[in-house]
């Protein structure tokens, strides 16, 4: 078995920045939509779903949400090699909460598009850290590098 070299800190750094946006993002909203009376989101957008209430919903986007995103800067400092597969699923997990939060009350906004973005460029800055980008890009499987020649 041999060992795995962390990824260059520049993904290091932009997978924390992210990361601390969507949690921190996630708790404010838990709070503003469990105590702060749903963050002045009318009710009428709640209509046809499960939810009579922001409250749930609260408890959801800081609990799974958040706690996703937790999980990935924890693994991250504590330096386990899952923290890479880990931020995958946070930014996977924001862009599903989105996804759904969109389906639920039919309502867009420019915050879901930021908020999608975060997902998709934690997911991105995440595979990159995982190594599952070609090096160097477009090389092909047997060809040399040039410089080994």
């Known amino acids: 078995m041999h060992a795995v070299s962390p990824p260059v800190r520049g993904l290091r750094v932009g997978l924390s920045v992210?990361?601390?946006?969507?949690?921190?993002s996630a708790l404010v909203g838990m709070v503003g939509l469990t105590v702060g009376g749903g963050l002045g989101i009318p009710l009428d957008w709640l209509e046809g779903s499960v939810f009579t209430s922001y409250f749930w919903p609260g408890v959801i986007l800081g609990v799974v949400v958040g706690g996703v995103q937790g999980a990935a800067l924890g693994a991250q400092y504590l330096r386990y090699e899952?923290?890479?597969?880990?931020h995958c699923a946070?930014?996977?997990?924001?862009?599903?909460?989105?996804?759904?939060?969109?389906?639920?009350?039919l309502v867009w906004s420019p915050l879901h598009g930021i908020y999608f973005a975060t997902g998709v460029i934690q997911v991105v800055l995440g595979?990159?850290?995982?190594?599952?980008?070609?090096?160097?890009?477009?090389?092909?499987?047997?060809?040399?590098?040039a410089s080994s020649r």
Do not use: Q
């Open 18 to 24: 992210v990361a601390w946006f969507n949690l921190l």
């Open 127 to 145: 595979v990159l850290a995982l190594g599952a980008w070609p090096r160097p890009f477009g090389r092909r499987r047997g060809e040399r590098d």
């Open 90 to 105: 946070a930014g996977l997990t924001m862009m599903i909460w989105i996804f759904v939060e969109i389906a639920i009350m």
């Open 82 to 86: 899952l923290a890479w597969g880990l």
